[in-house]
Protein backbone atom coordinates (compact mmCIF):
# COMPACT_ATOMS: atom_id res chain seq x y z
CA UNK A 1 0.00 0.00 0.00
CA UNK A 2 2.83 2.13 0.74
CA UNK A 3 4.93 1.48 -2.71
CA UNK A 4 1.51 3.37 -4.23
CA UNK A 5 2.19 7.01 -3.75
CA UNK A 6 5.83 6.68 -4.78
CA UNK A 7 4.87 5.07 -8.14
CA UNK A 8 2.89 8.16 -8.72
CA UNK A 9 5.56 10.51 -7.54
CA UNK A 10 8.14 8.77 -10.40
CA UNK A 11 5.27 9.79 -13.14
CA UNK A 12 5.15 13.11 -12.39
CA UNK A 13 8.70 13.40 -12.31
CA UNK A 14 8.73 11.77 -15.49
CA UNK A 15 5.76 13.75 -16.88
CA UNK A 16 7.83 16.95 -15.76
CA UNK A 17 11.17 15.80 -17.67
CA UNK A 18 9.18 15.20 -21.33
CA UNK A 19 8.01 19.03 -20.97
CA UNK A 20 11.20 20.25 -21.04
CA UNK A 21 12.37 17.80 -23.83
CA UNK A 22 9.98 19.87 -26.54
CA UNK A 23 11.68 22.38 -29.05
CA UNK A 24 10.85 26.08 -28.25
CA UNK A 25 8.62 28.25 -30.91
CA UNK A 26 10.24 31.46 -32.87
CA UNK A 27 9.40 34.10 -35.11
CA UNK A 28 12.09 35.61 -36.13
CA UNK A 29 13.30 34.02 -39.16
CA UNK A 30 9.90 34.05 -40.50
CA UNK A 31 9.72 37.91 -40.00
CA UNK A 32 13.43 38.11 -41.68
CA UNK A 33 12.21 35.84 -44.57
CA UNK A 34 9.30 37.87 -45.26
CA UNK A 35 11.05 41.14 -44.97
CA UNK A 36 13.63 39.48 -47.76
CA UNK A 37 10.69 39.13 -50.08
CA UNK A 38 9.36 42.03 -49.84
CA UNK A 39 12.56 43.78 -50.32
CA UNK A 40 13.51 41.65 -53.46
CA UNK A 41 9.56 42.48 -54.66
CA UNK A 42 10.34 46.04 -54.61
CA UNK A 43 13.88 45.67 -56.28
CA UNK A 44 12.27 43.45 -58.83
CA UNK A 45 9.10 46.26 -59.25
CA UNK A 46 11.95 49.28 -59.53
CA UNK A 47 14.28 47.49 -61.98
CA UNK A 48 11.35 46.94 -64.16
CA UNK A 49 10.23 50.60 -64.10
CA UNK A 50 13.50 51.76 -64.75
CA UNK A 51 14.71 49.70 -67.66
CA UNK A 52 11.16 49.02 -69.56
CA UNK A 53 10.70 51.46 -72.36
CA UNK A 54 6.58 52.45 -72.90
CA UNK A 55 6.02 53.06 -76.53
CA UNK A 56 2.68 54.30 -76.11
CA UNK A 57 0.99 56.92 -74.25
CA UNK A 58 -2.46 57.75 -73.23
CA UNK A 59 -4.06 61.39 -74.79
CA UNK A 60 -7.14 63.28 -72.64
CA UNK A 61 -7.82 66.46 -72.12
CA UNK A 62 -7.23 68.22 -69.21
CA UNK A 63 -6.74 71.94 -67.46
CA UNK A 64 -3.90 73.43 -64.83
CA UNK A 65 -5.25 74.59 -61.17
CA UNK A 66 -3.33 75.72 -58.57
CA UNK A 67 -3.68 74.44 -55.08
CA UNK A 68 -4.89 77.57 -52.80
CA UNK A 69 -7.04 80.46 -54.67
CA UNK A 70 -7.32 77.41 -57.75
CA UNK A 71 -7.93 79.16 -60.78
CA UNK A 72 -8.76 76.83 -64.51
CA UNK A 73 -5.79 77.90 -66.85
CA UNK A 74 -7.00 76.75 -70.53
CA UNK A 75 -6.55 77.68 -74.01
CA UNK A 76 -9.15 79.48 -75.78
CA UNK A 77 -8.93 77.10 -78.99
CA UNK A 78 -6.57 74.19 -77.24
CA UNK A 79 -4.00 72.33 -79.28
CA UNK A 80 -0.97 70.97 -78.07
CA UNK A 81 1.78 72.17 -75.29
CA UNK A 82 4.97 73.08 -76.71
CA UNK A 83 6.59 74.47 -73.53
CA UNK A 84 5.64 74.53 -69.85
CA UNK A 85 7.57 77.92 -68.42
CA UNK A 86 6.70 77.96 -64.98
CA UNK A 87 7.02 75.14 -62.39
CA UNK A 88 5.03 74.21 -59.69
CA UNK A 89 4.17 76.79 -56.64
CA UNK A 90 6.58 79.26 -58.71
CA UNK A 91 4.89 82.41 -57.93
CA UNK A 92 3.66 84.39 -61.48
CA UNK A 93 2.36 87.91 -62.49
CA UNK A 94 -0.24 88.94 -64.89
CA UNK A 95 -0.08 88.90 -68.48
CA UNK A 96 3.07 86.42 -67.94
CA UNK A 97 2.75 83.19 -70.10
CA UNK A 98 2.65 80.20 -68.20
CA UNK A 99 2.41 77.72 -71.25
CA UNK A 100 3.22 77.94 -75.09
CA UNK A 101 1.03 76.31 -77.64
CA UNK A 102 2.63 74.75 -80.42
CA UNK A 103 1.88 76.15 -83.42
CA UNK A 104 2.53 74.01 -85.94
CA UNK A 105 -1.11 73.10 -86.77
CA UNK A 106 -2.25 76.79 -86.64
CA UNK A 107 0.57 78.01 -88.97
CA UNK A 108 -0.56 75.54 -91.34
CA UNK A 109 -3.76 76.45 -91.67
CA UNK A 110 -3.34 80.30 -91.47
CA UNK A 111 -1.31 79.50 -94.38
CA UNK A 112 -4.12 77.41 -96.28
CA UNK A 113 -6.61 80.58 -95.44
CA UNK A 114 -3.93 82.89 -96.87
CA UNK A 115 -3.23 80.99 -100.13
CA UNK A 116 -7.02 81.15 -100.82
CA UNK A 117 -7.37 84.77 -100.36
CA UNK A 118 -4.51 85.51 -102.41
CA UNK A 119 -6.08 83.23 -105.04
CA UNK A 120 -9.55 84.95 -105.15
CA UNK A 121 -8.02 88.61 -105.34
CA UNK A 122 -6.24 87.91 -108.53
CA UNK A 123 -9.44 85.91 -109.48
CA UNK A 124 -11.28 89.00 -108.60
CA UNK A 125 -8.73 90.97 -110.53
CA UNK A 126 -9.22 88.97 -113.64
CA UNK A 127 -12.27 88.90 -113.85
CA UNK A 128 -13.12 92.93 -113.29
CA UNK A 129 -10.36 92.89 -116.43
CA UNK A 130 -12.93 90.28 -118.67
CA UNK A 131 -16.35 92.42 -117.33
CA UNK A 132 -14.72 95.70 -118.64
CA UNK A 133 -13.20 94.63 -121.80
CA UNK A 134 -9.13 95.51 -120.56
CA UNK A 135 -6.65 93.94 -122.77
CA UNK A 136 -4.62 93.27 -119.20
CA UNK A 137 -5.43 92.66 -115.79
CA UNK A 138 -4.52 95.27 -113.01
CA UNK A 139 -3.57 92.90 -109.97
CA UNK A 140 -3.58 95.14 -106.73
CA UNK A 141 -0.53 96.18 -105.53
CA UNK A 142 -0.34 94.05 -102.43
CA UNK A 143 -0.13 91.01 -104.57
CA UNK A 144 2.62 91.96 -106.85
CA UNK A 145 5.43 91.64 -104.18
CA UNK A 146 4.54 88.43 -102.91
CA UNK A 147 6.57 85.06 -102.73
CA UNK A 148 6.73 82.12 -104.67
CA UNK A 149 3.51 80.71 -104.50
CA UNK A 150 1.73 84.20 -104.93
CA UNK A 151 3.46 84.82 -108.08
CA UNK A 152 2.60 81.77 -109.42
CA UNK A 153 -1.15 82.12 -108.66
CA UNK A 154 -0.72 85.66 -110.78
CA UNK A 155 1.05 83.75 -113.65
CA UNK A 156 -1.95 81.20 -113.67
CA UNK A 157 -4.49 84.00 -113.60
CA UNK A 158 -2.52 85.89 -116.44
CA UNK A 159 -2.57 82.79 -118.86
CA UNK A 160 -5.90 82.44 -118.11
CA UNK A 161 -7.17 85.46 -118.73
CA UNK A 162 -5.04 85.64 -122.26
CA UNK A 163 -6.31 82.56 -123.10
CA UNK A 164 -10.28 84.28 -122.96
CA UNK A 165 -9.21 87.10 -124.43
CA UNK A 166 -8.11 85.48 -127.70
CA UNK A 167 -10.88 83.06 -127.62
CA UNK A 168 -13.29 86.11 -127.26
CA UNK A 169 -11.40 87.86 -130.27
CA UNK A 170 -11.33 84.96 -132.68
CA UNK A 171 -15.32 85.07 -131.79
CA UNK A 172 -15.54 88.36 -132.46
CA UNK A 173 -13.63 87.94 -135.48
CA UNK A 174 -15.98 85.17 -136.64
CA UNK A 175 -19.47 87.08 -135.99
CA UNK A 176 -17.81 90.28 -137.93
CA UNK A 177 -17.29 88.17 -141.09
CA UNK A 178 -20.80 86.73 -140.53
CA UNK A 179 -22.07 90.29 -140.09
CA UNK A 180 -20.31 91.25 -143.58
CA UNK A 181 -21.77 88.10 -144.94
CA UNK A 182 -25.35 89.14 -143.48
CA UNK A 183 -24.96 93.17 -145.02
CA UNK A 184 -23.50 91.69 -148.54
CA UNK A 185 -26.47 89.09 -148.41
CA UNK A 186 -28.90 91.95 -147.52
CA UNK A 187 -27.64 94.51 -150.23
CA UNK A 188 -28.15 91.79 -152.46
CA UNK A 189 -31.84 91.26 -151.27
CA UNK A 190 -32.18 94.90 -151.96
CA UNK A 191 -30.88 95.08 -155.38
CA UNK A 192 -33.22 91.90 -156.63
CA UNK A 193 -36.20 94.11 -154.82
CA UNK A 194 -35.34 97.12 -156.82
CA UNK A 195 -34.90 94.79 -160.09
CA UNK A 196 -38.37 93.45 -159.55
CA UNK A 197 -39.80 96.77 -158.86
CA UNK A 198 -38.25 98.33 -161.96
CA UNK A 199 -39.39 94.77 -164.33
CA UNK A 200 -42.88 95.49 -162.57
CA UNK A 201 -43.25 98.83 -163.63
CA UNK A 202 -42.06 97.62 -167.36
CA UNK A 203 -44.58 95.01 -167.52
CA UNK A 204 -47.40 97.36 -166.48
CA UNK A 205 -46.41 99.90 -168.98
CA UNK A 206 -46.64 96.99 -171.44
CA UNK A 207 -49.84 95.83 -170.22
CA UNK A 208 -51.82 99.00 -170.27
CA UNK A 209 -50.56 99.65 -174.31
CA UNK A 210 -51.87 95.83 -174.67
CA UNK A 211 -55.22 96.58 -173.04
CA UNK A 212 -55.59 99.58 -175.59
CA UNK A 213 -55.09 97.80 -178.33
CA UNK A 214 -57.60 95.14 -177.49
CA UNK A 215 -59.98 97.64 -176.31
CA UNK A 216 -59.91 99.21 -180.10
CA UNK A 217 -59.86 95.37 -181.37
CA UNK A 218 -56.25 96.19 -182.53
CA UNK A 219 -55.34 93.02 -181.24
CA UNK A 220 -56.80 89.73 -180.66
CA UNK A 221 -55.11 87.03 -178.67
CA UNK A 222 -56.56 84.53 -176.42
CA UNK A 223 -53.75 84.51 -174.43
CA UNK A 224 -53.55 87.81 -173.46
CA UNK A 225 -55.08 88.69 -169.48
Sequence with gaps: ????????????????????????????????????????????????????????????????????????????????????????????????????????QTRAELAIVRGQMVELSAKKARLMAERDGLRSIAFPSTLLGGDAETLSILDGESRMFRGNLSSRDSQRQQLELQIGQVAEELAGLIKQKDAKRDELVILTSEHTKLQGLVDKNLFESVDFR
Design 1 to 104: MRNAPAGKSSLRVSTTLDHSHEPSFSVVPRIVLGLSLSAALLVGVGGWAATTNLNGAIMAPGSITVEQHAKTVQHRDGGVVGAILVRDGQAVRADEVLIRIDDA
